[in-house]
């Protein structure tokens, strides 16, 4: 997930996955039913924060949530489009409490702020611009 800021440089922001990754929701989807091997999750993080660091950007890195197994994936929690944001409602009721530090960290930035309503739901890395 990336933002602006008010330089040329960029923000992305992201959070490691925590042990209880293991768990994650779509865990049986991709791995044919073997939890993950959180060492090689947090390795393959890593890098993932040193390439966005190596273009140039600016990592922010938020703290991990224990209780949420899929918090990493901070692309599902809003939509930015030119410093406009859209919360979307997750599509997963376990997803919902990790949405309000991403809600926190972004706010501030933006020139407009939407909120998806009820009974819609997305995920918004479900969503290709």
């Not at 993932?48 to 899929?70: Q, R």
């Not at 960290?105 to 909120?115: A, F, N, Q, R, V």
Request: proline share 5%; glycine share 4%; net charge negative.
């Amino acid at each position: 997930m990336s933002t602006s800021s008010h330089s040329d440089k960029k923000n992305v922001i992201v959070r490691q996955p925590r042990r209880s990754f293991a768990d994650a929701l779509t865990t049986s989807q991709f791995t044919n039913g073997e939890k993950p091997d959180y060492n090689l999750a947090l390795k393959q993080h890593n890098e993932y924060v040193e390439t966005f660091e190596k273009l140039v950007l600016n990592v922010i890195l938020l703290e991990a949530e224990e209780e949420y197994p899929d918090c990493c994936f901070v692309e599902d929690q809003a939509l930015i489009v030119d410093n406009h944001v859209f919360f979307p409602i997750t599509g997963a009721p376990s997803r919902m409490g990790e949405q309000k530090t991403i809600i926190d960290t972004i706010t501030p930035h933006m020139k407009s702020i939407h909120w998806c309503q009820e009974p819609g739901r997305i995920d918004g890395g479900d969503v290709v611009r």
